[in-house]
């Protein structure tokens, strides 16, 4: 079993920075490609950014050069967010993707609230 937990969320003004983080205990084994969703209420989950085991990175075009998403070698997950809009308010998840046996973990999500 594998534990996801995200953290770094919080109140910001537009035009603001955060830094998410998601954190990975238990069994962490065969997840080939690592991301992160948000989802604002009434509306279905998206794919913000996501990232390969091989580095390769994926973004929505509305972050593409304001996100960035990031790896280290103790399963760890990173989300730089510049330049926050309101439409960035949101709750953003962790996810861990086994594209083998299409097989996904989530974290519990954090939320991110951009306003003035």
């Known amino acids: 079993q594998v534990h996801l937990v995200e953290s770094g969320g919080g109140l910001v003004q537009p035009g603001g920075s955060l830094r998410l983080a998601c954190k990975a205990s238990?069994?962490?084994?065969?997840?080939?490609?690592l991301g992160w969703f948000r989802q604002a209420p009434g509306k279905q989950r998206e794919m913000v950014a996501k990232i390969t085991s091989g580095a390769n990175t994926v973004y929505a075009t509305s972050v593409k050069g304001r996100f960035r998403i990031s790896k280290d070698n103790n399963n760890g997950v990173f989300l730089q967010m510049n330049d926050l809009k309101p439409e960035d308010t949101a709750v953003y998840y962790c996810n861990f993707r086994n594209s083998w046996a299409d097989r996904d973990a989530w974290g519990q999500g954090t939320q991110v609230t951009v306003s003035s």
């Open positions: 238990g069994t962490v084994f065969g997840f080939n490609v």
